[in-house]
């Protein structure tokens, strides 16, 4: 036995349709419509579209089994893509003759619970060839307001008549070692059981009955837990008509409008099939339906009080007779189209508008971390989308994990707010989340459907998939510096050239940083102390000022005091100053700054003027020009020459020089008196034969110098002789006067 699964995306397709629907009733549609004529699809008697095999009086081209058949074979599930537009559908192919899987046992009865329930399947295993089922199929359709649910199957032979039944169970049902899993849902006052419709093949095509039952707990019209909800074992229900169960009697006309099930069965031989199909009449006639091997039908599920429910498996069954308790023969079992729940959710920020990604370095969206204590604010948006059921309703509630290096939110995570949503309303937003902490964060979104929605069949679903994931991006600070006059904010811009030996200042202005993370967030137990937490200090990190030159962009400038480079710390948006640095050379210098960024990285590195290009940042430190300054000395001496007659003797004594300074009368000590204690002042010419005069000359040895314009001098000279033949000689105080006179001039640099 092969198993056709129906498994489709999600999309809230009836939407559309519920508006067409009310524009309807608008115009004065009180009702629904048929089962069989509402332009859905074809009961016909034949599985091809477009092709009537059982007359019809007014047949309408729709949908069929071939589309239904076409999708199944192309694994598409989606109503928006699909051939046949079905929101969910199955197509099994059992096996016919010998080897077949045959359900088996005395407790193996509609009127028990699945668990009881046996089959077995060996090399000879079979049922008799009326009780054959070749394939099964069912369909689900949303015509607005309506959901309407058609069911089929085709039977290796029509040598006599068979009662199918065919299960719409809410679980999901499987067959495991000839053991059956799952368990029947019961009416209860919150919700509605699983459904059992039977039907007929009858010989000739005669037109069969349908009806239609609900799994109860107890008390059910049937059986104890079949109650009977629809239909008749006795009244035909053919959708187009059909020819009556006795011979020569009145042909059975076709239901009513409005009806709520139908069946019918192939009344005329139909070749060729659309699947293949090797039928056990006429030597096995390949692709051929004899009459009365293809059955299908429909229910209106709505009308029926099934409207919202979701069935996630059906079973195709032939019985022995209409009667609840009947042996059942042969079986077909597949999976159906249940409420299947698809949670999508989307990364967006403070507003609710989708994340992008905006660089090349990955393919996360982003959001930009805020400066100062901002963080940044983020949301998640979210999408449910609810298959196989009308209305529903639940509640969506958010988690966010991070920063995370790698991984998704699948547990745990900082609660940010819920969503209700609806049928109506499948989309919601979280509360908004503060990260003060660049990384990479996740989102999870939970959806728990309501009570009501969970009994008819809705599950909860979640998604903490790698499109939840995104990156918050660090700041880009601004750094601007200019060169200052001293180290702190006292000082001005250094615009005039520096002394040589005057320190250097720089100043750096940051802005534009984002605070440190918080720590004081979370989720209560510890983790993810970043989010919604109120801001750390200031950005913290250090700016690096170095001075260049002189006279180019290169070389780092030595000096006699201070540091070069200087590293100075940062605490946030602020001016930062260097303590001053003293170059040990004159030139052209130019400041540069480097930001090295936060520690946490929530901000970003930057530097300033490291091209040198900056004016602000340049600096002369000028070279030292001297000016002269000159100024008199004078430092006044005298000289006495002795001349004296010869033939007397030697001339021989000694001179003393006494100078009286502004003394005009000489009187008193004078300011110098020669001292020839060491014979420096003696005057000494012998007397040659032939000399007619003696002489001899001495100067003073006086080595004060004087520098006062109008300064007088008054000398008085004593000559002492050793020759007694010659006599002492002494000049007045008035002889030798004088005076200076002093004109001192500056020279400056030319």
């Given at each position: 036995?092969?198993?056709?699964?129906?498994?489709?995306?999600?999309?809230?397709?009836?939407?559309?349709?519920?508006?067409?629907?009310?524009?309807?009733?608008?115009?004065?549609?009180?009702?629904?419509?048929?089962?069989?004529?509402?332009?859905?699809?074809?009961?016909?008697?034949?599985?091809?579209?477009?092709?009537?095999?059982?007359?019809?009086?007014?047949?309408?081209?729709?949908?069929?089994?071939?589309?239904?058949?076409?999708?199944?074979?192309?694994?598409?599930?989606?109503?928006?893509?699909?051939?046949?537009?079905?929101?969910?559908?199955?197509?099994?192919?059992?096996?016919?003759?010998?080897?077949?899987?045959?359900?088996?046992?005395?407790?193996?009865?509609?009127?028990?619970?699945?668990?009881?329930?046996?089959?077995?399947?060996?090399?000879?295993?079979?049922?008799?060839?009326?009780?054959?089922?070749?394939?099964?199929?069912?369909?689900?359709?949303?015509?607005?307001?309506?959901?309407?649910?058609?069911?089929?199957?085709?039977?290796?032979?029509?040598?006599?008549?068979?009662?199918?039944?065919?299960?719409?169970?809410?679980?999901?049902?499987?067959?495991?070692?000839?053991?059956?899993?799952?368990?029947?849902?019961?009416?209860?006052?919150?919700?509605?059981?699983?459904?059992?419709?039977?039907?007929?093949?009858?010989?000739?095509?005669?037109?069969?009955?349908?009806?239609?039952?609900?799994?109860?707990?107890?008390?059910?019209?049937?059986?104890?837990?079949?109650?009977?909800?629809?239909?008749?074992?006795?009244?035909?229900?053919?959708?187009?008509?059909?020819?009556?169960?006795?011979?020569?009697?009145?042909?059975?006309?076709?239901?009513?409008?409005?009806?709520?099930?139908?069946?019918?069965?192939?009344?005329?031989?139909?070749?060729?099939?659309?699947?293949?199909?090797?039928?056990?009449?006429?030597?096995?006639?390949?692709?051929?339906?004899?009459?009365?091997?293809?059955?299908?039908?429909?229910?209106?599920?709505?009308?029926?009080?099934?409207?919202?429910?979701?069935?996630?498996?059906?079973?195709?069954?032939?019985?022995?007779?209409?009667?609840?308790?009947?042996?059942?023969?042969?079986?077909?079992?597949?999976?159906?189209?249940?409420?299947?729940?698809?949670?999508?959710?989307?990364?967006?920020?403070?507003?609710?508008?989708?994340?992008?990604?905006?660089?090349?370095?990955?393919?996360?969206?982003?959001?930009?971390?805020?400066?100062?204590?901002?963080?940044?604010?983020?949301?998640?948006?979210?999408?449910?989308?609810?298959?196989?059921?009308?209305?529903?309703?639940?509640?969506?509630?958010?988690?966010?994990?991070?920063?995370?290096?790698?991984?998704?939110?699948?547990?745990?995570?900082?609660?940010?707010?819920?969503?209700?949503?609806?049928?109506?309303?499948?989309?919601?937003?979280?509360?908004?989340?503060?990260?003060?902490?660049?990384?990479?964060?996740?989102?999870?979104?939970?959806?728990?459907?309501?009570?009501?929605?969970?009994?008819?069949?809705?599950d909860s679903d979640s998604d903490a998939s790698e499109g939840e994931c995104f990156e918050v991006l660090p700041v880009t600070p601004n750094?601007?510096?200019?060169?200052?006059?001293?180290?702190?904010?006292?000082?001005?811009?250094?615009?005039?050239?520096?002394?040589?030996?005057?320190?250097?200042?720089?100043?750096?202005?940051?802005?534009?940083?984002?605070?440190?993370?918080?720590?004081?967030?979370?989720?209560?137990?510890?983790?993810?102390?970043?989010?919604?937490?109120?801001?750390?200090?200031?950005?913290?990190?250090?700016?690096?000022?170095?001075?260049?030159?002189?006279?180019?962009?290169?070389?780092?400038?030595?000096?006699?005091?201070?540091?070069?480079?200087?590293?100075?710390?940062?605490?946030?948006?602020?001016?930062?100053?260097?303590?001053?640095?003293?170059?040990?050379?004159?030139?052209?210098?130019?400041?540069?700054?480097?930001?090295?960024?936060?520690?946490?990285?929530?901000?970003?590195?930057?530097?300033?003027?490291?091209?040198?290009?900056?004016?602000?940042?340049?600096?002369?430190?000028?070279?030292?020009?001297?000016?002269?300054?000159?100024?008199?000395?004078?430092?006044?001496?005298?000289?006495?020459?002795?001349?004296?007659?010869?033939?007397?003797?030697?001339?021989?004594?000694y001179v003393v020089f006494k100078l009286y300074v502004d003394n005009p009368t000489c009187t008193g000590d004078a300011d110098y008196t020669?001292?020839?204690?060491?014979?420096?002042?003696?005057?000494?010419?012998?007397?040659?034969?032939?000399?007619?005069?003696?002489?001899?000359?001495?100067?003073?040895?006086?080595?004060?110098?004087?520098?006062?314009?109008?300064?007088?001098?008054?000398?008085?000279?004593?000559?002492?002789?050793?020759?007694?033949?010659?006599?002492?000689?002494?000049?007045?105080?008035?002889?030798?006067?004088?005076?200076?006179?002093?004109?001192?001039?500056?020279?400056?640099?030319?």
């Open positions: 036995m092969t198993i056709g699964l129906a498994r489709r995306r999600a999309k809230p397709r009836w939407l559309a349709l519920a508006g067409v629907v009310i524009l309807v009733l608008g115009i004065g549609a009180t009702a629904a419509l048929a089962v069989h004529d509402q332009g859905v699809f074809e009961l016909d008697g034949d599985p091809e579209t477009g092709f009537h095999l059982n007359d019809l009086s007014d047949p309408t081209d729709s949908h069929d089994w071939d589309e239904v058949y076409a999708d199944f074979l192309a694994g598409d599930h989606d109503p928006d893509t699909n051939l046949s537009g079905a929101e969910a559908f199955s197509f099994v192919t059992d096996i016919t003759g010998q080897g077949d899987n045959i359900l088996f046992g005395g407790s193996t009865k509609d009127i028990n619970d699945l668990p009881s329930w046996a089959s077995k399947q060996t090399a000879s295993t079979s049922v008799q060839d009326k009780d054959d089922i070749a394939h099964a199929f069912v369909a689900q359709y949303l015509d607005g307001t309506d959901v309407l649910l058609y069911f089929g199957a085709d039977r290796f032979a029509n040598s006599g008549d068979t009662t199918m039944g065919f299960w719409l169970y809410h679980e999901e049902v499987t067959n495991v070692n000839n053991a059956f899993t799952g368990n029947h849902q019961a009416r209860s006052a919150t919700q509605r059981g699983d459904v059992l419709i039977v039907s007929d093949f009858l010989n000739g095509g005669a037109a069969p009955t349908v009806q239609v039952f609900e799994w109860v707990d107890s008390g059910g019209s049937a059986s104890t837990h079949l109650d009977k909800i629809a239909g008749s074992d006795v009244l035909p229900a053919a959708c187009n008509g059909g020819v009556a169960p006795k011979v020569n009697a009145t042909p059975v006309p076709p239901v009513g409008a409005d009806d709520d099930l139908c069946a019918t069965t192939n009344q005329k031989v139909y070749s060729p099939t659309v699947w293949d199909f090797t039928p056990k009449a006429n030597a096995g006639a390949p692709q051929t339906y004899p009459i009365s091997t293809f059955l299908e039908g429909g229910i209106n599920l709505t009308a029926l009080g099934f409207g919202n429910d979701c069935f996630a498996s059906f079973l195709a069954e032939t019985r022995a007779s209409h009667s609840v308790t009947s042996t059942l023969s042969d079986y077909a079992l597949g999976g159906f189209g249940e409420c299947e729940t698809t949670v999508t959710t989307t990364p967006a920020d403070g507003a609710g508008s989708d994340l992008t990604d905006g660089d090349d370095a990955d393919t996360l969206p982003e959001a930009q971390l805020g400066t100062g204590s901002a963080g940044v604010d983020v949301t998640d948006n979210v999408e449910v989308e609810v298959s196989g059921i009308q209305t529903w309703s639940g509640t969506v509630d958010f988690f966010i994990c991070g920063p995370i290096s790698s991984g998704t939110c699948d547990t745990g995570g900082v609660a940010s707010g819920s969503a209700n949503v609806d049928q109506d309303n499948p989309t919601g937003t979280s509360d908004p989340a503060n990260l003060t902490e660049v990384g990479r964060y996740c989102w999870r979104g939970e959806f728990t459907p309501s009570e009501s929605s969970a009994n008819s069949g809705v750094l601007s510096t200019t060169a200052w006059s001293s180290g702190d904010d006292t000082g001005e811009a250094q615009t005039e050239d520096v002394p040589f030996g005057s320190p250097l200042f720089d100043k750096a202005s940051l802005t534009g940083t984002a605070n440190e993370p918080g720590d004081n967030g979370g989720d209560g137990d510890g983790n993810y102390l970043s989010i919604n937490a109120t801001n750390g200090a200031g950005a913290d990190g250090t700016i690096t000022f170095t001075l260049i030159g002189p006279d180019d962009c290169s070389t780092v400038a030595t000096g006699s005091a201070g540091d070069n480079p200087e590293d100075v710390g940062v605490d946030g948006d602020d001016d930062y100053f260097t303590s001053g640095f003293t170059t040990d050379s004159p030139g052209d210098f130019h400041w540069q700054a480097v930001y090295d960024g936060s520690t946490s990285g929530n901000t970003l590195g930057t530097d300033h003027n490291l091209d040198c290009s900056e004016e602000a940042e340049d600096v002369t430190v000028e070279q030292l020009q001297p000016t002269m300054d000159t100024e008199q000395e004078f430092v006044p001496n005298d000289s006495a020459t002795i001349t004296v007659d010869a033939g007397a003797g030697d001339l021989d004594g020669s001292d020839n204690s060491l014979g420096d002042f003696d005057v000494f010419d012998s007397d040659d034969p032939g000399d007619t005069t003696l002489t001899a000359t001495i100067g003073s040895d006086n080595t004060v110098a004087y520098k006062v314009s109008g300064t007088t001098f008054h000398w008085v000279v004593e000559f002492h002789s050793n020759n007694g033949a010659h006599l002492d000689v002494t000049s007045g105080c008035g002889n030798e006067t004088s005076s200076i006179t002093i004109d001192n001039g500056a020279t400056q640099p030319e």
